[in-house]
C-alpha cells in the first residue's frame, strides 16, 4: 500500500542532499520537511561529496545549472552511486538549451540514476538523445492524455529499460514505470500549473520516497507521485475567493505536512499497466 | 485602455527569461505565472542565448550580480537585440556599489534597453553617468513627490530622450515615460516596501506586459505598474488584524492572480503629462 | 529590558548586508523588513566590500557556500572590522563537510566576530577546532536540555571566552552568552524544526539588533532571540487545522512584524546566570 511508503518516510526522516535550482530550492526545503525528511542544498564541488556522504539520497535538478554546479552533480552523482544512495535526475528544461540537453544526456551516462523524472519534453528529449535520432522510439504526443496512453505507457516503459532508471512522466496524467510495469496516476489539478515549482517540489519529495523505501522503488516513486497530487487536490479544496496562486503554493505544502497513510490510501487514484 | 494590455498578456502567455537575483527570484517566477506569462531563469552564460532565443523577452536584474552572471547579462541581451525582443534592466543597487553601478551603465552602453525601471536613486545614477557630471540633469529630489513632480517629470524624459528607453521611476508616486509622454500613477500602498522584492517582481511583470504588447510597449509598461500597485491595495484589503508582510506578499501574488481587465480600468490611478 | 532593544530597531532602520545562502535568503531579507531593518544582499568579491561599508552590520552565513562567496565572506568580514561593524558568524553546515568545517575555523581566526550563531553541533565543532582536539572542552552533550544545562552554560562561556565573541546556541532551550553572563532561554515551539531557516532567519535579524544596541550587544542578541522564539508561539497560536510549515513559515514573519516592546517584554522566557 502507499501509504506504507508515507510512514516509513515519517519514521527514517531521510536526509535528502540536493543540488537544485535557486528559483524553487526553499519550497523543495519546506516540501522535505513536510513530508517527513530532512533537506541539505550543496552545490560546490569541493563541498558535494562530504555532504552526500552523510545523506541517505541524492536529487539532481538542472533548473538554474551553471559550470561549478555542473561539475558538482558530477561529483555528487558519482559518490553516490559508490554509496548506494538512491539518485535522481530533474532534466528541468532539456531540449530548451544546448547546455542543458548535454548535461542531462552525459549525466545519465555517467551516472547510474534511480529515477529520471520530468515532463514529456524533457524526457522526450533525453530519449531521444542530444542531437541523435537514436534512442528508444520518442514518437509520442506533446502530452499524455487518455487518447494516447496505451502508447505513452510503451514509450515510458522502453526508456525506463534503455536508462535502466524508473521513468516519471509528470503532467495531467502521470507515468511512474519501470520496464515492465507502469503506475498510471489521476490526482492533482491543473492550477499547479501555475505555481513554480512543484515539479521541483516533487523531485525532493520522491527522493525521500526513494531512501525511505529501498525495497519498494517503484512503488515508493509512484507513492510521492500520488502525494504532491493529492495534496494540489486537498490545497484546492481550502482555497477562498481572493486566493491565489501564491496561497495555493502554501496550501499544497500545508497539505502535505498533514498528510497521513489513510488520507493517502484513500486519495491516491491510480491504475497499474 | 490598460485592460487591452493585461488580457493580451493571459492571452498570449509570453515566456519571460530572468537573470535576476537569487533574493526575490520565486516571487518573480510566481508573479510572472499570476500575470498569465511564463518563466524562465538562467545566468550562465554558456547556457543564455539559447535561453532567451526561446523566450519572448528578457528581464535583467543586478540584484545579487556575480562575474559570471554579469557575462550572462550580456551575452543575453545582445541576443535579445539581434531578436528584437524587449529587454527591460533594474538595476538593483546601481549607486551603491563601484560594481553594480559600472555593469548598469556598461549594459545601457551596450545593450539598447525597452525600458529601464528602478528607484529615483537608481536612476538618477544612471542618468549622471558612472563617476562623471556627464549626462542629463539630475538635480531632481531623492523622492518623487506632488512638491516636485513638474522637475521630476521632465527629468524622467530628459533620461527617457537620452537612453532611448522606457524610463520608469517607481516609488510613492510612479513616472512612466518616453521622451514625449509621462504617466503620473498614484497607486500602490506604503507597506509594500515593507516585503523584500516588490521592485523586483514588478520589472518581471512588465516585461511580459512589453512582450505580449508590442505595438504599444509605454502603456504596457504603465498598465503593469498600475496592476503591481492596485494588487497592493486589493492585497491590503484581505489583510487580518495578524497578519504582516510575509502574508502581505502572498496577498500581493494572489490579488495580481485574480486581477482582470475591469478591475484594472477601475482601479487604475493614472494622469498623462 | 529587551522591549528597549526592539524599539532602537525600529528606530534605526539598521542596513543588514547579508552574505547568506540562497535556500532561505527570501525569508532572512523579509525577517529583516518585519523587524523594522534593512536587508541588502551580496557574495561576489568585487561588490562585497563597497556593500558592507555602506551598511551598518554583517550576516555571514555559510549554508550554500562556494569558492566565490567564502572569498566574499573574508572580503566582507575584514572591510566590517575595519569598520567597527558587528559582524555575525552562522556557521550551517560546520562538522558536516571539511570545508564547511574549514571555512568557518577560518572565519573565525581572521574575522573579529561579535555574534557567533549556530546549533549545539556547529558550535562544537568549532570549539574543538578543525580536525584537532585542542581547544575548549566539548564534552557537552548533542543537546542543551534541561538536566545538562550547568556544564552546556558552563561550555558555552568558555567558548565565548576563548573566541572573544558571543557565542548564541540555539535549540529547544536556547544560550546566548559571553565569558561572564548567559541568558538561558525557552521561548519557541518545536514546530519550528519544521520550518526551512528559522536559525537563518534569527541570524539576520540578530545582527539588525546588533547594529542598533551598539552598547548593549549581549542583550541584543538575547532579546533577537526571545524575538524569534516568541513569534514562534504568537505564530503558532493563529494557525488553524489546515495549516502547515508553510503557513506557519509566515505566521511567524508576521508575528515578527507585529511585534511590539510591551509583547516582547511580557512574552520573552529567560533566566541570566
Same mark, same amino acid.
Given at each position: 500500500?502507499?501509504?506504507?511508503?508515507?510512514?516509513?518516510?515519517?519514521?527514517?526522516?531521510?536526509?535528502?542532499?540536493?543540488?537544485?535550482?535557486?528559483?524553487?530550492? &526553499?519550497?523543495?526545503?519546506?516540501?522535505?520537511?513536510?513530508?517527513?525528511?530532512?533537506?541539505? $542544498?550543496?552545490?560546490?564541488?569541493?563541498?558535494?561529496?562530504?555532504?552526500?556522504?552523510?545523506?541517505?539520497?541524492?536529487?539532481?535538478?538542472?533548473?538554474?545549472?551553471?559550470?561549478?554546479?555542473?561539475?558538482?552533480?558530477?561529483?555528487?552523482?558519482?559518490? #553516490?552511486?559508490?554509496?548506494?544512495?538512491?539518485?535522481? !535526475?530533474?532534466?528541468?528544461?532539456?531540449?530548451?538549451?544546448?547546455?542543458?540537453?548535454?548535461?542531462?544526456? &552525459?549525466?545519465?551516462?555517467?551516472?547510474?540514476?534511480?529515477?529520471?523524472?520530468?515532463?514529456?519534453?524533457?524526457?522526450?528529449?533525453?530519449?531521444?538523445?542530444?542531437?541523435?535520432?537514436?534512442?528508444?522510439?520518442?514518437?509520442?504526443?506533446?502530452?499524455?492524455?487518455?487518447?494516447?496512453?496505451?502508447?505513452?505507457?510503451?514509450?515510458?516503459?522502453?526508456?525506463?529499460?534503455?536508462?535502466?532508471?524508473?521513468?516519471?512522466?509528470?503532467?495531467?496524467?502521470?507515468?511512474?514505470?519501470?520496464?515492465?510495469?507502469?503506475?498510471?496516476?489521476?490526482?492533482?489539478?491543473?492550477?499547479?500549473?501555475?505555481?513554480?515549482?512543484?515539479?521541483?517540489?516533487?523531485?525532493?519529495?520522491?527522493?525521500?520516497?526513494?531512501?525511505?523505501?529501498?525495497?519498494?522503488? !517503484?512503488?515508493?516513486?509512484?507513492?510521492?507521485?500520488?502525494?504532491?497530487?493529492?495534496?494540489?487536490?486537498?490545497?484546492?479544496?481550502?482555497?477562498?475567493?481572493?486566493?491565489? &496562486?501564491?496561497?495555493?503554493?502554501?496550501?499544497?505544502?500545508?497539505?502535505?505536512?498533514? $498528510?497521513?497513510?489513510?488520507?493517502?490510501?484513500?486519495? #491516491?487514484?491510480?491504475?497499474?499497466?
Amino acid at each position: 500500500m502507499l501509504g506504507n511508503c508515507l510512514e516509513n518516510v515519517r519514521k527514517n526522516v531521510p536526509l535528502v542532499h540536493n543540488i537544485t535550482n535557486y528559483v524553487t530550492v &526553499n519550497d523543495v526545503a519546506n516540501v522535505l520537511l513536510a513530508c517527513g525528511g530532512s533537506p541539505i $542544498m550543496s552545490d560546490e564541488p569541493l563541498d558535494v561529496e562530504d555532504i552526500t556522504s552523510i545523506c541517505g539520497g541524492l536529487n539532481i535538478n538542472i533548473g538554474t545549472l551553471n559550470q561549478s554546479s555542473i561539475k558538482g552533480m558530477f561529483l555528487a552523482g558519482k559518490k #553516490a552511486n559508490e554509496l548506494n544512495h538512491p539518485v535522481l !535526475l530533474d532534466p528541468v528544461g532539456a531540449g530548451a538549451s544546448k547546455l542543458r540537453t548535454d548535461t542531462a544526456v &552525459n549525466l545519465i551516462k555517467e551516472i547510474k540514476f534511480t529515477v529520471i523524472r520530468g515532463n514529456i519534453s524533457e524526457i522526450k528529449t533525453l530519449a531521444l538523445g542530444s542531437g541523435t535520432t537514436k534512442g528508444v522510439d520518442a514518437d509520442v504526443a506533446d502530452a499524455v492524455t487518455e487518447e494516447n496512453l496505451d502508447s505513452a505507457v510503451k514509450f515510458v516503459k522502453d526508456f525506463a529499460k534503455k536508462s535502466g532508471a524508473i521513468v516519471a512522466i509528470t503532467g495531467a496524467i502521470d507515468l511512474v514505470s519501470d520496464a515492465d510495469t507502469c503506475y498510471v496516476i489521476r490526482n492533482g489539478r491543473p492550477e499547479m500549473g501555475k505555481i513554480t515549482g512543484t515539479g521541483c517540489q516533487l523531485s525532493g519529495l520522491m527522493t525521500a520516497y526513494l531512501v525511505a523505501n529501498p525495497d519498494n522503488l !517503484l512503488e515508493a516513486a509512484a507513492a510521492s507521485v500520488c502525494v504532491m497530487g493529492l495534496a494540489g487536490e486537498i490545497g484546492w479544496k481550502n482555497m477562498k475567493s481572493e486566493d491565489g &496562486n501564491s496561497t495555493y503554493r502554501n496550501r499544497i505544502i500545508d497539505a502535505i505536512y498533514n $498528510m497521513d497513510a489513510d488520507t493517502l490510501n484513500k486519495g #491516491a487514484k491510480y491504475e497499474v499497466r
